[in-house]
């Protein structure tokens, strides 16, 4: 089997993964568009400057991982609850930084003429204003959190985060991958991708 990065060969050809090219699935793909990918929810961003990120915090199965994110968790359900539509968060990473949490806000059909875009600006102000609670630390009397918002928008220190590309990525290429927001849509990229700023020529790869 000739095929690279999870493809599979048919007999005749490889067939590749999403988001993977070439005819032995050799490359990443040079654009992949996730504006459709974040559906009914908004990827936030939130640092905690009071926490210093460990180790185990990288992995889910730890009991130090999953402690944070039931306090997480409990955290912006007290802020989020008065949101319109509004039904969770999902973890999906701890990186450094303190501790950032990139994280999806979870959020039912918009009612009326409600727009994704309105709510998504509510939930940053109702994040960035809340009282910060104070038993959101075990090894400090207040929480530290600073969110953005990481959609159409939003600022750019938020947006800019690698971390929103890793999940739509293929895993071997997901280090070179950003987002980069074009009119109404939310792109991952490389250097590699043409006609964005500062790309270069990379030829087949």
Known sequence: DPCQN???WTGISCACPR???GTLCQ???STINITAELGLSVMMLARVTNRNFS???GDT???????FVDEFSRTMDRIYHNISGYR??????LTRGSVVVNYKVLLHQPAGDTSFDHRARELLAAANTAAQPRNCSHSAGRCRVTHCWSGLGSPD?????PELCRKYTPANFSRYYYPYRIQSSLLCVTNCTLNIPGSISCNSG
């Open 6 to 8: 999870g493809g599979h």
């Open 19 to 21: 988001n993977v090219e």
């Open 27 to 29: 490359f990443g793909a």
């Open 55 to 57: 180790e185990d915090m």
């Open 61 to 67: 199965s730890s009991t130090t991982y999953r402690s």
């Open 88 to 93: 969770g968060t999902q973890v999906l990473t």
């Open 157 to 161: 220190w938020c947006f800019s985060s």
